[in-house]
């Protein structure tokens, strides 16, 4: 059975940092572009991030670029997402998705964790 497992979420006050986790079992992260996803209440789901197969490239929305790095440990079949200077508007339930190489759309969704940026 497929999972990805977010943790790392959290309270954390404006300008502090969290590091999200995305574990998965039963498929290997490496073979698979990794995305990550927010939504807020009230909200659409935006893309915030994502990794290619071979960390060839990445990608960052506008509202996190040099805030935020995505990066995998492929020996821990781990990606991580590393949120620095957070602002009250990162508040949101983050997710993680598999893409995989020669797919046509996110195969594999985690639960979510909620991070809320507040003082």
């Known amino acids: 059975q497929v999972q990805l497992v977010e943790s790392g979420g959290g309270l954390v006050q404006p300008g502090g940092s969290l590091r999200l986790s995305c574990a998965a079992s039963?498929?290997?992260?490496?073979?698979?572009?990794i995305g990550w996803f927010r939504q807020a209440p009230g909200k659409e789901r935006e893309g915030v991030s994502c990794?290619?197969?071979?960390?060839?490239?990445?990608y960052y929305a506008d509202s996190v670029k040099g805030r935020f790095t995505i990066s995998r440990d492929n020996a821990k079949n781990t990606v991580y997402l590393q949120m620095n200077s957070l602002k009250p508007e990162d508040t949101a339930v983050y997710y993680c998705?598999?893409?995989?190489?020669?797919?046509?759309?996110?195969?594999?969704w985690g639960q979510g964790t909620q991070v809320t940026v507040s003082s």
């Open positions: 998705a598999a893409y995989p190489k020669g797919g046509s759309k996110y195969e594999y």
């Open positions: 039963g498929l290997t992260l490496a073979y698979y572009a």
């Open positions: 990794i290619s197969v071979r960390d060839e490239s990445t």
